[in-house]
T-cell receptor, first 110, second 112 residues
Framework: RKEVEQDPGPFNVPEGATVAFNCTYSNSASQSFFWYRQDCRKEPKLLMSVYSSGNEDGRFTAQLNRASQYISLLIRDSKLSDSATYLC???????????FGKGTSLLVTP | SQTIHQWPATLVQPVGSPLSLECTVEGTSNPNLYWYRQAAGRGLQLLFYSVGIGQISSEVPQNLSASRPQDRQFILSSKKLLLSDSGFYLCACPLENYNEQFFGPGTRLTVL
């Protein structure tokens, strides 16, 4: 399987800060892209899909650059509850399983 | 909406002992099911996927096997556990659009 690479962090930021995560993928034929959130000792949960045109969901903005094969996640006005590991995920074949990065750890401090 | 049940939630087993982890799924019409493992310091790794009863595909050679005895049941097994089998085992099914996936609560396995 092709690789999905993320900076493992940890990213330690104060409440209210803006933080950005990047992810690169090696398979140029990849079709779908996602960010998942995983809390400590819990299952991953879908945070948002990433579309070619970019998409925003409240304080979260995801962008895709197919030419450079990277995906980004921007979190504005960080909350303590945003502390988690963020997984970059790529689907190389529609209907098939997902290819996960190792995750980037975020700790938001008071 | 989908619901995935996995049990047990936590398991501690000695090396060489057998293993059976169960996953049952409700609320989905998509037949595909997946087993992933998340080992310490590693990303989620796909172990098996199944597109229907009795159909299993293995992604990596390993000490584990899987079975799909019923449409909504997916079982992960081993005859003799190794230390390297320790990890967080997650069962997953596709969300309705086939691309995104929904995960069960997982089983945390420690092999001693």
């Amino acid at each position: 399987r092709k690789e999905v690479e993320q900076d493992p962090g940890p990213f330690n930021v104060p409440e209210g800060a803006t933080v950005a995560f990047n992810c690169t993928y090696s398979n140029s034929a990849s079709q779908s892209f996602f960010w998942y959130r995983q809390d400590c000792r819990k299952e991953p949960k879908l945070l948002m899909s990433v579309y070619s045109s970019g998409n925003e969901d409240g304080r979260f903005t995801a962008q895709l650059n197919r030419a450079s094969q990277y995906i980004s996640l921007l979190i504005r006005d960080s909350k303590l509850s945003d502390s988690a590991t963020y997984l970059c995920v790529v689907n190389e074949d529609s209907g098939y399983a997902l290819n996960f990065g190792k995750g980037t750890s975020l700790l938001v401090t008071p | 909406s989908q619901t995935i049940h996995q049990w047990p939630a936590t398991l501690v087993q000695p090396v060489g002992s057998p293993l059976s982890l169960e996953c049952t799924v409700e609320g989905t019409s998509n037949p595909n099911l997946y087993w992933y493992r998340q080992a310490a310091g590693r990303g989620l790794q796909l172990l098996f996927y199944s597109v229907g009863i009795g159909q299993i595909s293995s992604e990596v050679p390993q000490n584990l096997s899987a079975s799909r005895p019923q449409d909504r049941q997916f079982i992960l097994s081993s005859k003799k556990l190794l230390l390297s089998d320790s990890g967080f085992y997650l069962c997953a099914c596709p969300l309705e659009n086939y691309n995104e996936q929904f995960f069960g609560p997982g089983t945390r396995l420690t092999v001693l």
